[in-house]
Nanobody, 129 residues
Framework: QVQLVESGGGLVQAGGSLRLSCAASGRTFSSYAMGWFRQAPGKEREFVAGITLSGGNTYFADSVQARFTISRDNAKNMVYLQMNSLKSEDTAVYFC??????????????????????WGQGTQVTVSS
């Protein structure tokens, strides 16, 4: 079992930055690939970024490539999403998720929500234009 709690959301002006944090419980955090997803009002939840077990590989949606970075600290059971050059279209609830489906992750299916077994409650990010 893994419990995930996101923090760091808030209101920011367009062009600004925010760093989201996700705290994970449990002693097996390093055995989970981690992802960030987001859901804007009236839209489907979508993949934002993913990171492999050791942090050696990261993946991003085209819409956030070069603006967002994902990182993890396995010693602290934390995963982070650094968001720069924020745009109004980044406004959404952001969710942290954990996946132990390693074969799916490494076969490139990191963007598929079904491979993530555990989810946080989400944190709101609002970007004002």
């Amino acid at each position: 079992q893994v419990q995930l709690v996101e923090s760091g959301g808030g209101l920011v002006q367009a062009g600004g930055s925010l760093r989201l944090s996700c705290a994970a419980s449990g002693r097996t955090f390093s055995s989970y690939a981690m992802g960030w997803f987001r859901q804007a009002p009236g839209k489907e939840r979508e993949f934002v970024a993913g990171i492999t077990l050791s942090g050696g590989n990261t993946y991003f949606a085209d819409s956030v490539q070069a603006r967002f970075t994902i990182s993890r600290d396995n010693a602290k059971n934390m995963v982070y999403l650094q968001m720069n050059s924020l745009k109004s279209e980044d406004t959404a609830v952001y969710f942290c998720a954990a996946s132990n489906d390693h074969s799916a992750y490494f076969s490139g299916r990191y963007y598929i929500q079904d491979i993530y077994a555990y989810w946080g409650q989400g944190t709101q990010v609002t970007v004002s234009s």
